[in-house]
């Protein structure tokens, strides 16, 4: 069964800042790969996904991913950082033609200003 | 455009209760989904519909239950709640593309609190 761990529970990040959080996932081939934020009391928010071609994809409010097949990873980027990124983030993998997604535990991102 | 809409957002039951969440995709989708998710965990997918059929489980009791309307609403049911029932409910459609990728707009959840 696929799984998808993101190390991190919680970083702290100043604003301005870079920030990286971590996603590493289990399975055979190369899934789907999402990114999605969710801030306090809300749904999630789609940030970026990656499917084929290109590894580095880009996001919106800033964001972008790097696909490492050697690594199962699927790390998340921003260069600079702004209050308003304060929220928790889940990495998620849906298998090739699948219907599902599976989620990471999350990681929930605090900005200091 | 609305997106996905959920109701209620807040409720409370009791133990032994039943309960019926709600949910309007976006107008086009035809693919609903269900999701847990527990006070900081990541979401655990519960089911998915796709043109009134259901087309995936997710490792969830009998006590809960689904289905999906001709006008692609859905209604997700749990019967005889648990406290560890207790969670927010996340609904998401889609639009099954030609890839098969599934990329869900999720809606903003019911918060379910069972004493």
């Known amino acids: 069964a696929q799984s998808v761990t993101q190390p991190d529970i919680h970083i702290t990040v100043s604003e301005g800042a870079s920030l990286e959080l971590r996603c590493n996932y289990s399975y055979g081939a190369t899934p789907y790969l999402f990114w999605y934020v969710q801030s306090p009391g809300q749904g999630l928010q789609l940030l970026l996904k990656y499917f084929s071609g290109d590894t580095l994809v880009q996001g919106i409010k800033g964001f972008e991913a790097e696909f490492k097949r050697s690594q199962s990873s699927f790390n998340l980027r921003k260069p600079s950082v702004h209050w308003s990124d304060a929220a928790e983030y889940f990495c998620?993998?849906?298998?090739?033609?699948?219907?599902?997604?599976?989620f990471g535990g999350g990681t929930r991102v605090l900005v200091k200003p | 455009d609305a997106g996905v809409t959920q109701s209620p957002t807040h409720l409370i039951k009791t133990r032994g209760q039943h309960v019926t969440l709600r949910c309007s995709p976006i107008s086009g989708h035809k693919s609903v989904s269900w999701y847990q998710q527990v006070l900081g965990q990541g979401p655990q997918f519960i089911f998915q519909y796709y043109e009134k059929e259901e087309r995936g489980r997710g490792n969830f009791p009998d006590r809960f239950s689904a289905r999906q309307f001709p006008n692609y609403s859905s209604e997700l049911n749990v019967n005889a709640l648990l406290l560890g029932d207790s969670a927010l409910y996340l609904c998401?459609?889609?639009?099954?593309?030609?890839?098969?990728?599934?990329?869900?707009?999720f809606g903003a959840g019911s918060r379910l609190t069972v004493l």
């Open positions: 998401a459609s889609s639009l099954l593309g030609a890839s098969g990728a599934n990329v869900l707009t």
């Open positions: 998620a993998v849906e298998e090739a033609a699948g219907n599902k997604l599976t």
